[in-house]
C-alpha cells in the first residue's frame, strides 16, 4: 500500500480513536452546576481546572502520589527483569520443562484477580505486610510477572540460539550474556512491557483497596474511586476531570516512550 | 549425547526461580485457599463446611450460568475479532512508515487513561440519547438500538468498547514483533518480488509467530476473565444477560456472601482458562520448532 | 479497667467490659486495650462522605477526645467482604459502617458486634431516639450498633415543571396517578427508573402502599411472590409502564442531572438525595422540593413511608472497642448529630438535634408524626440471596415489561431455596 493511503488510514481512524477522548475532555471541562448531558459534543465552559481542584480536595490525594509512583516505578522494573531472566533461562539456557516451568508462571495471571483479594489480605495481616508499602511493592510485582516473562520468552525465542553459543565461545558467563547481551537486544521489548505494567499499577484498584488503608501508602485510584456514589459526592463531570488528571503521568510515559519503538531492532546482526 | 545447554541447568534455574517464587508465594498460596473453599459451604463467617461436589452441581444447574458462559464465549470470539485484528492491521500499517510512531498515538492514549474515566464516558457515549444517539440524530437517524439493554448487542458494543481501549497494547506488541524481523529474509523477499499479500503470508505472518502467540494467549486469558467493563456498565443486566463468568463469580461471593459457590465458579473459570492457554501455547510452540 | 472510664456512660462501658470476658471464645482479633480516648480507626463503604466525618473530628475531639481514621470503601460488595474477613485478623475494625437486617444479625448471630443495649436504653431515657428505630437495631430483644443515617424513601419532583403545567402536590394515590397522567399528556415523562441495581422503590412503595402487612409478610417468607395480590401489583406496574409513565430504562444519566434537565419529572429515591441534587446545581426548596408519596391503599390509616438506617457497628472482638463504643455513645447525643447535620446535611435520627436544610428538618418532624408508619426499606428488610434476585428480575421487568408471572417465579424459585435452608 502506498505510504499516502497508510496515513490516511491511520489518520482517519486516530481521529475516530480520538472521539471519546474528546468527550472525555469536553465534558470533564463542563460546571457541574450546569452540567447537562443533552449537549455531549458541545464545550460549553472551562472548568477543568476548576473540577480537577475539587476532585483534588474531595479525595484529599497528596500523599497517595508519590506512594503510587513508587509502586509504578519499582513494581514494573523488578517484575520486567525477572520475567526476562526467566525467558532468558527457558529460550537460550534450555532449562529442562522449560515449558511446563513458563506454564507455572503463566499460571499467575489466568484466573481473575477478585478470587485471590481476601486470601491475601488474610495473609498480609498475619505477617505485617498489610498497609505497608513493601507489601504493595511485592504483590504488584507478582502480580506483573507472568506478562513480563510471556513477552520476554517469545521475544527471546526470536533470537538465534547461536548468538549465545557465540558468547559462550568468547568465554563469557550466563550471567554476563543475560546482562550484556539479551537485555540490550530486547530493549524495545522490556520498554513496552514496563509502561504497560507501570500503567496498570498506577490505574489499579482492586488491591490497592484490599491491602492498604493509610493515606501514604494507598494508590491514587483507590482514593480517587469513592469519590461518586449514590450516596452524595462528586458529580459526574468532576469524576472525569478527576479520571483526566490522574491518566495524565500515564499518558506521558507513553509519548515519552514512544521513541525507543521509532528504530526497527535489527535482530538479524546478531 | 548430553544436549549443548544441559551444563546450564544449573544456572538456569537460579534464573527462572525468582520468578516462581514471587508467583507461588503470592498467587498460587492464596488460589489454594480458594480451591479448597469450592469444596465447601462458607458465608465469609465462622468455618467453612465440607460439602464435596455439591457447589458444582449447583454451578450447572443454574441457567444463569449458562447464560453467562455464553457470554463470555462471545467476549473471546469478539476479542480474537476486533482487538487482536485491529492491532495486527495497525502494526502493519505503521510499519516502517515515517511519522508511523507518532500516528500510533491515538491508539495508545486509550489504555493510558484510567478506568475511572473509561467506564464512566462509555456509558455516556451509549446511554439512550447518550453522545451517540446525538450524533447519530445529526445524521437524521433517530430510531437507535437500546444499546446497552438489550441482549446480546450489549456484549457486542461493551466488546467494541474494550477493545477501544486494548487495540493500542496488541499493535505494540505486534510492531515489536515486526521490528525484529531480521532484515535479511525480507531483502530477499523484495528482491524476488514479493510485497502485499504475499510478502505478509510468506514472511510476516510465520515470522510474527512468537508475538502473535502473545497477543493472542493475552487475548484469550483477559477475554475470559472480563469484568470490569461490564460491572461498570450494566452490571451484568438488565437481569442477568449481559453478565460474564467473572461478574458471575464475583456476584456469588461478594454480593450474596456464598463464597463456595463464587469458588467453585473461579476454578471452573481457571480450569477453562488454563486448558485454552496451555493448548494453545502448546500448538504454537511445535510450530515454531519448523521454522 | 474501671479507672480509666470517661465520665461518659459508666455503665456502658462496664457491661462492655464485661461481655467482652465473655465473649472469649470468638476467634482471631486481639485483646481490648480499654482505652477510651484517642484515634479510632474507622472504616465506612460511604467513600464519598469521608470528608464529613473528617469534619466531624473537631467536634468529637472537644467532647470526648476521640478522633476518627477514616478509611473509605468505594465499592460496597467489596467493604462487606473485607470487613468480614477482617474479623478474623488482628484488623478487626473499632467501628464500621454496615447494614441492617439480614446482614447485621448474621454478624449478631456468630457473637461478632459488640451489644449496644445500655447506649441505646440511655438514649431512649434522654429522648434522643424513637421506640421504633430501636427495632431495627434488635436482635433477640438486645441491641446492636448505633444508627449512622437515616433516609427516607420519598418522592423528588423538579418544581419547575410543576408550576409549568399547573400541578399542585399530590396528597392521595388518584391525584398522584392523575398527576402522572396530565404529566404524561404534556410529554413530559412522569417518573425516573433504572434497569440496574435500584429497581425495587416502586415495587417496594406500591406493595407497602397496598397492605405494610403483605410487604412483612415477603419479607418473613409468609406471602409469596406469586400470590395473586403482588401479581395484581405487578399488573398494575405494567399498566403504569405501557402508559408511558417511566424513563427510558437505557439511559445512563445521572438521575440528578436527569431531573434537572427535565428528563422525567419526578424521582423516587432516599432523602439523601438532596446532597447530588444541590451537587448538580440545583437549588432547594426552589428548583426541586419532595413529598411524602400517598398511600396506594386510601383506607390504610397510616401512610407507610420506607426507612433506610445504616448503623455504625464495634466489632466485639476489636483491640479498641472500648474506645468504638465510647465514640458510638457519644454519636447519638444532640450534640453530635447538630454537628453531623451541619456536616453532611441529612434527616437527624435525633428528634432534638438541628438539621440544618429546613427541607429535610420538615420531613422528619412530619414522618415522626402518627399519620405515618415508618418500614424497613425492601433493600435491608429481603435477605440477601433473594434481594439479589429480585434486583436483577425488576430490572428485567424494567427493561422489557411484560406478563410479571415469569419474574414473580424466578424470584419466588430462589425464595423458596433459601426458605427451605433456613428450617
Given at each position: 500500500?502506498?505510504?499516502?493511503?497508510?496515513?490516511?488510514?491511520?489518520?482517519?481512524?486516530?481521529?475516530?480513536?480520538?472521539?471519546?477522548?474528546?468527550?472525555?475532555?469536553?465534558n470533564?471541562?463542563?460546571?457541574?452546576?450546569?452540567?447537562?448531558?443533552?449537549?455531549?459534543?458541545?464545550?460549553?465552559?472551562?472548568?477543568?481546572?476548576?473540577?480537577?481542584?475539587?476532585?483534588?480536595?474531595?479525595?484529599?490525594?497528596?500523599?497517595?502520589?508519590?506512594?503510587?509512583?513508587?509502586?509504578?516505578?519499582?513494581?514494573?522494573?523488578?517484575?520486567?527483569?525477572?520475567?526476562?531472566?526467566?525467558?532468558?533461562?527457558?529460550?537460550?539456557?534450555?532449562?529442562?520443562?522449560?515449558?511446563?516451568?513458563?506454564?507455572?508462571?503463566?499460571?499467575?495471571?489466568?484466573?481473575?484477580?477478585?478470587?485471590?483479594?481476601?486470601?491475601?489480605?488474610?495473609?498480609?495481616?498475619?505477617?505485617?505486610?498489610?498497609?505497608?508499602?513493601?507489601?504493595?511493592?511485592?504483590?504488584?510485582?507478582?502480580?506483573?510477572?507472568?506478562?513480563?516473562a510471556?513477552?520476554?520468552?517469545?521475544?527471546?525465542?526470536?533470537?538465534?540460539?547461536?548468538?549465545?553459543?557465540?558468547?559462550?565461545?568468547?568465554?563469557?558467563?550466563?550471567?554476563?550474556i543475560?546482562?550484556?547481551?539479551?537485555?540490550?537486544?530486547?530493549?524495545?521489548?522490556?520498554?513496552?512491557?514496563?509502561?504497560?505494567?507501570?500503567?496498570?499499577?498506577w490505574?489499579?484498584?482492586?488491591?490497592?483497596?484490599?491491602?492498604?488503608q493509610?493515606?501514604?501508602?494507598?494508590?491514587?485510584?483507590?482514593?480517587?474511586?469513592?469519590?461518586?456514589?449514590?450516596?452524595?459526592?462528586?458529580?459526574?463531570?468532576?469524576?472525569?476531570?478527576?479520571?483526566?488528571?490522574?491518566?495524565?503521568?500515564?499518558?506521558?510515559?507513553?509519548?515519552?516512550t514512544?521513541?525507543?519503538?521509532?528504530?526497527?531492532?535489527?535482530?538479524?546482526?546478531? | 549425547?548430553?544436549?549443548?545447554?544441559?551444563?546450564?541447568?544449573?544456572?538456569?534455574?537460579?534464573?527462572?526461580?525468582?520468578?516462581?517464587?514471587?508467583?507461588?508465594?503470592?498467587?498460587?498460596?492464596?488460589?489454594?485457599?480458594?480451591?479448597?473453599?469450592?469444596?465447601?459451604?462458607?458465608?465469609?463467617?465462622?468455618?467453612?463446611?465440607?460439602?464435596?461436589?455439591?457447589?458444582?452441581?449447583?454451578?450447572?444447574?443454574?441457567?444463569?450460568?449458562?447464560?453467562?458462559?455464553?457470554?463470555?464465549?462471545?467476549?473471546?470470539?469478539?476479542?480474537?475479532?476486533?482487538?487482536?485484528?485491529?492491532?495486527?492491521?495497525?502494526?502493519?500499517l505503521?510499519?516502517?512508515?515515517?511519522?508511523?510512531?507518532?500516528?500510533?498515538?491515538?491508539?495508545?492514549?486509550?489504555?493510558?487513561?484510567?478506568?475511572?474515566?473509561?467506564?464512566?464516558?462509555?456509558?455516556?457515549?451509549?446511554?439512550?440519547?447518550?453522545?451517540?444517539?446525538?450524533?447519530?440524530?445529526?445524521?437524521?437517524?433517530?430510531?437507535?438500538?437500546?444499546?446497552?439493554?438489550?441482549?446480546?448487542?450489549?456484549?457486542?458494543?461493551?466488546?467494541?468498547?474494550?477493545?477501544?481501549?486494548?487495540?493500542?497494547?496488541n499493535?505494540?506488541?505486534?510492531?515489536?514483533?515486526?521490528?525484529?524481523?531480521?532484515?535479511?529474509?525480507?531483502?530477499?523477499?523484495?528482491?524476488?518480488?514479493?510485497?502485499?499479500?504475499?510478502?505478509?503470508?510468506s514472511?510476516?505472518?510465520?515470522?510474527?509467530?512468537?508475538?502473535?502467540?502473545?497477543?493472542?494467549?493475552?487475548?484469550?486469558?483477559?477475554?475470559?476473565?472480563?469484568?470490569?467493563?461490564?460491572?461498570?456498565?450494566?452490571?451484568?443486566?438488565?437481569?442477568?444477560?449481559?453478565?460474564?463468568?467473572?461478574l458471575?463469580?464475583?456476584?456469588?461471593?461478594?454480593?450474596?456472601?456464598?463464597?463456595?459457590?463464587?469458588?467453585?465458579?473461579?476454578?471452573?473459570?481457571?480450569?477453562?482458562?488454563?486448558?485454552?492457554?496451555?493448548?494453545?501455547?502448546?500448538?504454537?510452540?511445535?510450530?515454531?520448532?519448523?521454522? | 479497667?474501671?479507672?480509666?472510664?470517661?465520665?461518659?456512660?459508666?455503665?456502658?462501658?462496664?457491661?462492655?467490659?464485661?461481655?467482652?470476658?465473655?465473649?472469649?471464645?470468638?476467634?482471631?482479633?486481639?485483646?481490648d486495650?480499654?482505652?477510651?480516648?484517642?484515634?479510632?480507626?474507622?472504616?465506612?463503604?460511604?467513600?464519598?462522605?469521608?470528608?464529613?466525618?473528617?469534619?466531624?473530628?473537631?467536634?468529637?475531639?472537644?467532647s470526648?477526645?476521640?478522633?476518627?481514621?477514616?478509611?473509605?470503601?468505594?465499592?460496597?460488595d467489596?467493604?462487606?467482604?473485607?470487613?468480614?474477613?477482617?474479623?478474623?485478623?488482628?484488623?478487626?475494625?473499632?467501628?464500621?459502617?454496615?447494614?441492617?437486617?439480614?446482614?447485621?444479625?448474621?454478624?449478631?448471630?456468630?457473637?461478632?458486634?459488640?451489644?449496644?443495649?445500655?447506649?441505646?436504653?440511655?438514649?431512649?431515657?434522654?429522648?434522643?431516639?424513637?421506640?421504633?428505630?430501636?427495632?431495627?437495631?434488635?436482635?433477640?430483644?438486645?441491641?446492636?450498633?448505633?444508627?449512622?443515617?437515616?433516609?427516607?424513601?420519598?418522592?423528588?419532583?423538579?418544581?419547575?415543571?410543576?408550576?409549568?403545567?399547573?400541578?399542585?402536590?399530590?396528597?392521595?394515590?388518584?391525584?398522584?396517578?392523575?398527576?402522572?397522567?396530565?404529566?404524561?399528556?404534556?410529554?413530559?415523562?412522569?417518573?425516573?427508573?433504572?434497569?440496574?441495581?435500584?429497581?425495587?422503590?416502586?415495587?417496594?412503595?406500591?406493595?407497602?402502599?397496598?397492605?405494610?402487612?403483605?410487604?412483612?409478610?415477603?419479607?418473613?417468607?409468609?406471602?409469596?411472590?406469586?400470590?395473586?395480590?403482588?401479581?395484581?401489583?405487578?399488573?398494575?406496574?405494567?399498566?403504569?409502564?405501557?402508559?408511558?409513565?417511566?424513563?427510558?430504562?437505557?439511559?445512563?444519566?445521572?438521575?440528578?442531572?436527569?431531573?434537572?434537565?427535565?428528563?422525567?419529572?419526578m424521582?423516587?429515591?432516599?432523602?439523601?438525595?438532596?446532597?447530588?441534587?444541590?451537587?448538580?446545581?440545583?437549588?432547594?426548596?426552589?428548583?426541586?422540593?419532595?413529598?411524602?408519596?400517598?398511600?396506594?391503599?386510601?383506607?390504610?390509616?397510616?401512610?407507610?413511608?420506607?426507612?433506610e438506617?445504616?448503623?455504625?457497628?464495634?466489632a466485639?472482638?476489636?483491640?479498641?472497642?472500648?474506645?468504638?463504643?465510647?465514640?458510638?455513645?457519644?454519636?447519638?447525643?444532640?450534640?453530635?448529630?447538630?454537628?453531623?447535620?451541619?456536616?453532611?446535611?441529612?434527616?437527624?435520627?435525633?428528634?432534638?438535634?438541628?438539621?440544618?436544610?429546613?427541607?429535610?428538618?420538615?420531613?422528619?418532624?412530619?414522618?415522626?408524626?402518627?399519620?405515618?408508619?415508618?418500614y424497613?426499606?425492601?433493600?435491608?428488610?429481603?435477605?440477601?440471596?433473594?434481594?439479589?434476585v429480585?434486583?436483577?428480575?425488576?430490572?428485567?421487568?424494567?427493561?422489557?415489561?411484560?406478563?410479571?408471572?415469569p419474574?414473580?417465579?424466578?424470584?419466588?424459585?430462589?425464595?423458596?431455596?433459601?426458605?427451605?435452608?433456613?428450617?
Open positions: 500500500m502506498s505510504r499516502i493511503l497508510r496515513t490516511t488510514v491511520l489518520i482517519v481512524f486516530g481521529v475516530i480513536w480520538l472521539l471519546p477522548v474528546y468527550l472525555l475532555l469536553v470533564a471541562a463542563k460546571s457541574p452546576l450546569t452540567f447537562t448531558s443533552t449537549t455531549s459534543w458541545v464545550p460549553t465552559d472551562f472548568s477543568l481546572f476548576g473540577n480537577m481542584a475539587e476532585a483534588l480536595q474531595l479525595s484529599g490525594l497528596g500523599d497517595s502520589v508519590l506512594s503510587t509512583l513508587l509502586y509504578a516505578l519499582v513494581s514494573p522494573a523488578i517484575a520486567v527483569l525477572v520475567g526476562a531472566a526467566a525467558g532468558f533461562a527457558i529460550v537460550a539456557l534450555r532449562l529442562k520443562h522449560g515449558f511446563a516451568w513458563f506454564v507455572v508462571i503463566f499460571g499467575g495471571t489466568v484466573f481473575p484477580l477478585q478470587m485471590v483479594l481476601l486470601p491475601l489480605f488474610d495473609g498480609y495481616s498475619r505477617v505485617g505486610l498489610f498497609d505497608t508499602q513493601f507489601g504493595m511493592i511485592l504483590i504488584y510485582t507478582a502480580i506483573s510477572i507472568p506478562f513480563s510471556f513477552v520476554m520468552r517469545n521475544f527471546f525465542t526470536g533470537v538465534a540460539h547461536n548468538v549465545f553459543e557465540a558468547a559462550v565461545l568468547d568465554g563469557a558467563t550466563t550471567w554476563r543475560f546482562i550484556r547481551l539479551y537485555l540490550p537486544m530486547a530493549s524495545s521489548a522490556l520498554v513496552a512491557i514496563f509502561i504497560l505494567q507501570a500503567t496498570f499499577v490505574n489499579d484498584l482492586l488491591l490497592g483497596l484490599t491491602l492498604s493509610s493515606d501514604d501508602v494507598r494508590p491514587i485510584v483507590t482514593t480517587l474511586a469513592g469519590m461518586q456514589s449514590t450516596y452524595g459526592g462528586a458529580q459526574l463531570s468532576t469524576v472525569l476531570a478527576a479520571g483526566v488528571l490522574v491518566s495524565l503521568p500515564t499518558v506521558v510515559l507513553f509519548l515519552f514512544q521513541k525507543f519503538f521509532a528504530r526497527g531492532l535489527a535482530l538479524g546482526q546478531y | 549425547m548430553a544436549s549443548r545447554g544441559s551444563q546450564y541447568q544449573w544456572s538456569a534455574r537460579g534464573f527462572i526461580a525468582p520468578g516462581v517464587i514471587l508467583v507461588a508465594v503470592l498467587l498460587y498460596l492464596p488460589l489454594l485457599w480458594t480451591t479448597f473453599l469450592s469444596f465447601t459451604e462458607y458465608n465469609g463467617l465462622g468455618d467453612p463446611d465440607w460439602i464435596g461436589l455439591g457447589n458444582f452441581a449447583e454451578m450447572f444447574e443454574d441457567p444463569g450460568f449458562i447464560g453467562s458462559l455464553l457470554n463470555t464465549l462471545l467476549w473471546v470470539v469478539g476479542t480474537l475479532l476486533i482487538p487482536v485484528g485491529i492491532g495486527l492491521a495497525l502494526a502493519l505503521t510499519w516502517n512508515l515515517p511519522g508511523g510512531v507518532w500516528l500510533r498515538v491515538p491508539f495508545l492514549i486509550p489504555y493510558a487513561l484510567s478506568g475511572i474515566g473509561v467506564g464512566l464516558i462509555w456509558s455516556f457515549i451509549l446511554s439512550s440519547n447518550g453522545a451517540l444517539d446525538q450524533a447519530l440524530g445529526a445524521f437524521g437517524i433517530t430510531e437507535t438500538p437500546r444499546w446497552l439493554v438489550d441482549a446480546p448487542l450489549n456484549t457486542v458494543v461493551m466488546i467494541i468498547a474494550a477493545a477501544w481501549q486494548g487495540v493500542g497494547v499493535a505494540l506488541l505486534f510492531t515489536i514483533g515486526l521490528n525484529s524481523i531480521p532484515k535479511e529474509p525480507l531483502e530477499a523477499a523484495r528482491v524476488d518480488g514479493a510485497t502485499g499479500g504475499r510478502l505478509f503470508t514472511i510476516l505472518w510465520p515470522m510474527l509467530r512468537p508475538l502473535t502467540a502473545v497477543v493472542v494467549g493475552l487475548s484469550i486469558v483477559a477475554s475470559l476473565k472480563t469484568f470490569d467493563i461490564v460491572l461498570s456498565m450494566t452490571k451484568g443486566g438488565p437481569g442477568r444477560v449481559s453478565e460474564t463468568l467473572a458471575t463469580m464475583y456476584k456469588e461471593t461478594f454480593v450474596n456472601s456464598d463464597y463456595g459457590l463464587g469458588s467453585a465458579i473461579a476454578v471452573f473459570l481457571t480450569i477453562v482458562t488454563m486448558i485454552a492457554a496451555i493448548l494453545y501455547l502448546r500448538e504454537q510452540l511445535s510450530k515454531k520448532h519448523e521454522i | 479497667m474501671n479507672s480509666r472510664r470517661t465520665k461518659f456512660g459508666a455503665g456502658a462501658a462496664a457491661l462492655a467490659a464485661s461481655a467482652m470476658l465473655l465473649a472469649a471464645c470468638s476467634g482471631g482479633g486481639a485483646a486495650s480499654g482505652e477510651t480516648t484517642g484515634t479510632l480507626d474507622f472504616y465506612t463503604n460511604k467513600a464519598a462522605w469521608e470528608p464529613d466525618f473528617d469534619e466531624l473530628n473537631g467536634a468529637s475531639e472537644a470526648v477526645d476521640i478522633s476518627l481514621n477514616t478509611t473509605g470503601y468505594s465499592d460496597a467489596q467493604y462487606d467482604a473485607f470487613i468480614k474477613q477482617s474479623f478474623r485478623t488482628s484488623k478487626s475494625p473499632g467501628l464500621f459502617t454496615w447494614q441492617t437486617g439480614s446482614s447485621l444479625t448474621e454478624l449478631v448471630d456468630e457473637g461478632l458486634i459488640a451489644e449496644t443495649t445500655d447506649i441505646w436504653s440511655n438514649a431512649v431515657d434522654e429522648g434522643w431516639v424513637t421506640e421504633d428505630l430501636r427495632e431495627t437495631y434488635t436482635v433477640d430483644g438486645k441491641q446492636y450498633c448505633v444508627p449512622m443515617n437515616i433516609a427516607y424513601w420519598v418522592m423528588y419532583y423538579n418544581t419547575k415543571i410543576f408550576e409549568e403545567q399547573g400541578i399542585e402536590v399530590p396528597t392521595t394515590w388518584e391525584e398522584l396517578d392523575a398527576v402522572a397522567e396530565k404529566l404524561t399528556s404534556a410529554g413530559v415523562t412522569p417518573y425516573y427508573q433504572t434497569s440496574t441495581l435500584f429497581t425495587f422503590q416502586w415495587f417496594q412503595q406500591m406493595v407497602a402502599g397496598t397492605d405494610p402487612e403483605l410487604y412483612e409478610g415477603l419479607s418473613t417468607g409468609e406471602v409469596k411472590y406469586t400470590d395473586p395480590e403482588i401479581v395484581d401489583i405487578m399488573n398494575l406496574w405494567l399498566e403504569q409502564q405501557e402508559a408511558g409513565w417511566f424513563s427510558d430504562a437505557g439511559s445512563t444519566v445521572d438521575p440528578a442531572v436527569g431531573l434537572k434537565q427535565g428528563d422525567y419529572a424521582i423516587n429515591f432516599g432523602s439523601f438525595f438532596n446532597g447530588s441534587l444541590d451537587g448538580a446545581g440545583m437549588v432547594s426548596g426552589e428548583d426541586y422540593d419532595m413529598f411524602v408519596i400517598p398511600k396506594t391503599n386510601a383506607d390504610l390509616e397510616r401512610t407507610p413511608v420506607a426507612v438506617s445504616g448503623p455504625l457497628c464495634v466485639e472482638n476489636s483491640s479498641q472497642k472500648a474506645l468504638g463504643l465510647a465514640y458510638s455513645e457519644w454519636w447519638m447525643s444532640d450534640e453530635a448529630q447538630t454537628a453531623w447535620s451541619e456536616a453532611r446535611g441529612d434527616v437527624a435520627f435525633n428528634p432534638k438535634a438541628t438539621v440544618a436544610d429546613p427541607m429535610l428538618a420538615e420531613l422528619g418532624s412530619t414522618v415522626a408524626s402518627d399519620d405515618y408508619l415508618v424497613d426499606r425492601y433493600f435491608e428488610a429481603t435477605p440477601t440471596p433473594i434481594l439479589t429480585a434486583l436483577e428480575q425488576f430490572g428485567a421487568f424494567i427493561a422489557n415489561p411484560g406478563d410479571p408471572m419474574f414473580l417465579e424466578t424470584i419466588q424459585a430462589e425464595a423458596d431455596k433459601y426458605w427451605a435452608d433456613q428450617e
